[in-house]
């Protein structure tokens, strides 16, 4: 059983570099004892090693083509999308509006994600024209800054503080239900204002490509809405394009605190290995039809199985949940779950605490 205490948060230190992802399967024999300082090194050897025959056994459609038909489906709704928000009755527009907003967010959150972690093809050249579309051009956002923020920081340092203890979400000088009801709105506004700041750090042929395509992205969808769904004017349209791109906003926010914040963050010079780490610190929470499909399993009840194998797709990810939540109870390492309303409770009644004081540091005192 792993021990736990806390200890008054400690400023950060450069980063170390980043591990291994599926490290070969170790050995056929005994582990190295606990405590030897191999031994959770052999674990997630283990682990890996179990998890590559899922990946080696599992078809290309199981790799790969049932999250490119989610995404085809979402492309194929469009039109349907817009066509209902012509009608003058209730019931279609809001239809059109719910499809709209659904068909955004699969695009830009789970399209996005598995884009950034090139787990939509095996090819890099192709993963790279995926991540230009979905991110910028979807999402209005710059791949190069989504890609180091994300992939590198967030995910080589979950929950290490000052990298990637997620605190870019916080927003201390809001209160509670500010930041919880009213702020998810303005997602679709801050998205690309931010972008816009991040080009400074990338070269000028990169941050060309991204203004071009985030601006060909908001012009298709204000021009859309004018020429397909018959708004008479630019400010009702810009009102639509709101509308459906918040629609799933607050969800989107609350799952990107619910499964890191609250849970036991690390110094950069102190963290775990690479497994206690994210058996620690990530959390999973139930199935949920509508997420699932917006966002993706890697995103929701799968979290932890994609904090360890971040380039397998939803699917995979799904598939092997089963192998991983046995393999860590078996080992006695965490398994966090928790339902998204008893997190929003959480949040709520502890909100300064998790989301405007800095966190308290972890520290393992030792293996048993």
């Known amino acids: 059983s792993l021990h736990l205490f806390s200890t008054p948060p400690l400023p950060p230190v ?18 190295p004892r606990a405590g030897s300082g191999q031994h ?8 890996s090693g179990l998890v590559q025959k899922v990946v080696k056994s599992s078809s290309w459609w199981e790799r790969h083509g049932v999250d490119i038909s989610i995404l085809g489906c979402s492309f194929l709704l469009l039109p349907a999308g817009f066509l209902c928000l012509r009608s003058t009755q209730a019931i279609p527009f809001l239809a059109g509006v719910l499809t709209l907003g659904v068909v955004h967010h699969t ?28 991110i910028e051009l979807c999402s209005a956002f710059t791949v190069e800054q989504a890609t180091y923020n994300h992939v590198k920081i967030h995910h080589g340092y979950t929950n290490i503080i000052g990298l990637g203890d997620s605190s870019t979400w916080k927003l201390p000088f809001l209160n509670r239900y500010v930041y919880m009801f009213i702020a998810p709105l303005s997602v679709p506004i801050l998205t690309p ?12 042929k990169a941050a060309l490509r991204t203004l ?34 918040s629609l799933l906003a ?39 039809a509508l997420l699932d499909w917006s966002f993706g399993h890697s995103l929701i009840s799968c979290h932890v199985e994609h904090h360890l194998f971040p380039s397998l797709s939803d699917n995979m990810c799904l598939k092997i949940k089963p192998i991983v939540s046995q393999y860590l109870k078996q080992k006695k390492l965490p398994y966090n779950e928790d ?14 605490e998790l989301m405007v004081h800095a966190p308290p540091l972890t520290e393992l005192v030792g293996i048993q």
Request: net charge positive; hydrophobic share 45%; charged share 15%.
């Open 107 to 134: 695009l830009t959150v789970k399209g996005s994600h598995l884009a950034s972690h090139n787990a939509l093809t095996e090819s890099k050249s192709w993963g790279k024209v995926w991540a230009i579309f979905f």
């Open 193 to 204: 204002l931010v972008a816009l700041d991040l080009l400074r750090n990338v070269e000028w």
């Open 250 to 288: 607050h969800p989107y926010v609350h799952v990107n605190i619910f499964q890191h914040i609250g849970l036991p963050m690390f110094a950069a010079d102190r963290k775990p290995k690479r497994i206690q780490l994210m058996s620690l610190g990530v959390l999973n929470l139930p199935r949920n």
């Open 339 to 352: 339902t998204y309303a008893s997190r929003l409770r959480l949040f709520l009644q502890r909100y300064e």
């Open 40 to 47: 959770e090194e052999a674990l997630m050897t283990e682990l």
């Open 14 to 31: 450069s980063p170390c570099p980043l591990p291994a992802v599926l490290p070969m399967a170790p050995p056929k024999g005994q582990l």
């Open 212 to 245: 071009c395509c985030m601006f060909l992205g908001l012009y298709c969808h204000y021009w859309l809405l004018l020429h397909v769904s018959g708004f008479q004017s630019p400010w009702s349209a810009l009102l639509c394009m709101l509308l459906t791109r």
